[in-house]
């Protein structure tokens, strides 16, 4: 792969500074989707975190 990333390293890196800082206002938001999905199903959770 020689001159192109390994997408595994691209994902499995960790965060830089700045996604550190977003982590406080994401991590919440992905937590209550998971449990909307969990509960209610894809749909509905996607119109309910995307809606706002």
């Known amino acids: ?4 990333q390994d997408p ?3 994902v499995l890196r960790n965060f830089n ?3 550190r800082e977003e982590l406080a206002f994401t ?5 209550e989707a998971v ?3 969990a509960s ?3 749909e ?5 975190v ?3």
């Open 1 to 4: 792969m020689q001159g192109r």
């Open 8 to 10: 595994a390293d691209y």
């Open 17 to 19: 500074a700045k996604e």
């Open 27 to 31: 991590l919440p938001t992905a937590a």
């Open 35 to 37: 449990e909307l999905i």
């Open 40 to 42: 209610h199903g894809l």
């Open 44 to 48: 509905i959770a996607q119109n309910q």
């Open 50 to 52: 995307h809606g706002r």
